[in-house]
């Protein structure tokens, strides 16, 4: 991987959709940016690196546009994703399509693979559904609620769990457990309210996603810069960690053969569409 994080900074969320988003994850407010991966050296043009200058997209359409020229640029700024994100209002009626909900667990749906630079993701989550604790494989993670509220929990990486050896693609599963009982360390729990966006990544933490509802379900729009395909994810009372394949239940609307005879990936619990 070569994300380069510079300089996060945690702050309050009012995201610019007017509403209040009371969440952990910080905006980076000042200045936070990353390297977008097989771009050419480029700074961003003022338009996609000041938040201020945001147009908020008429349309999912128009949010998906605006990214690709943004990741067409080799400085991301975190800042101006969460925001521009967030200043999409959703409608249903452009994301139903993607909407693909399981009874027995959350659904990840592929809108838009990013020119390879990022995929733009619907998560679905039916009440009471929600992940397990993981981490993102050093990648950029936005998380921008299309329908209901989501409860965030943060996590602290456990102790004696090297986070570079966790993300070791070549690590042996046996030699990066452990063996300790030391259990995971919960800093935080908050809401993302309809709208609002967040954003993780390792450096920040590890977290867990769900539905707090049991009345209303909840639809959420991720974007992953790079993208991945595997992630760590973690036992709460022990920190064992252990790597889950994470798999599409759709990609662009259609449902994905994967995901059609492997309903349950194998790795990580009944919950293991990890992300
Ligand atoms: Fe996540």
Same mark, same amino acid.
């Given at each position: 991987?070569e ?16 509403e ?42 128009e ?11 080799e ?22 399509k ?12 592929? %809108?838009? #693979? *990013?020119?390879? =630079?990022?995929?733009?993701?619907l998560?679905?989550? /039916?009440?009471? !559904? ?14 921008? %609620?299309? #329908? *209901?509220?989501? =409860? ?7 102790? /004696?769990?090297? !986070? ?55 639809v ?56």
């Amino acid at each position: 991987m070569e994300c380069e994080i510079i300089n996060e900074r945690p702050v309050d969320g009012r995201c610019s959709s007017g509403e209040v988003c009371v969440q952990s994850a910080p905006m980076a407010a000042n200045g936070g940016h990353f390297k977008s991966e097989g771009n050419r050296a480029s700074r961003p043009p003022a338009m996609y690196s000041d938040p201020s200058t945001i147009v908020p997209p008429a349309s999912l359409s128009e949010l998906i546009q605006t990214l690709h020229d943004v990741f067409a640029h080799e400085d991301i700024s975190i800042e101006y994703v969460q925001t521009l994100m967030a200043s999409y209002k959703s409608n249903p009626r452009e994301w139903k399509k993607f909407a693909k909900f399981d009874k027995h667990r959350y659904t990840r749906n592929l %809108v838009d #693979d *990013g020119n390879g =630079k990022f995929n733009l993701m619907l998560l679905c989550w /039916n009440e009471a !559904q929600g992940s397990s604790i993981h981490s993102h494989a050093n990648s950029h993670c936005f998380l921008k %609620v299309l #329908d *209901g509220t989501v =409860k965030e929990e943060m996590f602290e990486w456990p102790e /004696n769990c090297d !986070q570079a050896e966790a993300m070791d693609e070549d690590g042996d599963e046996a030699d990066r457990k452990d063996g300790s009982n030391s259990g995971m360390q919960k800093r935080d729990e908050s809401q993302i309210v309809k709208n609002a966006c967040g954003y993780i990544n390792d450096d920040i933490g590890l977290h867990r996603v769900e539905n707090p509802s049991h009345v209303d379900k909840a639809v959420t729009l991720h974007l992953y810069s790079p993208p991945f395909d595997e992630c760590e994810c973690f036992d709460e009372r022990t920190g064992k960690h252990t790597t889950a394949k994470v798999t599409f239940w759709s990609k662009f609307g259609k449902r994905t053969p994967f995901g059609r005879h492997r309903n349950v990936p194998i790795s990580c619990t009944t919950e293991a569409e990890n992300n």
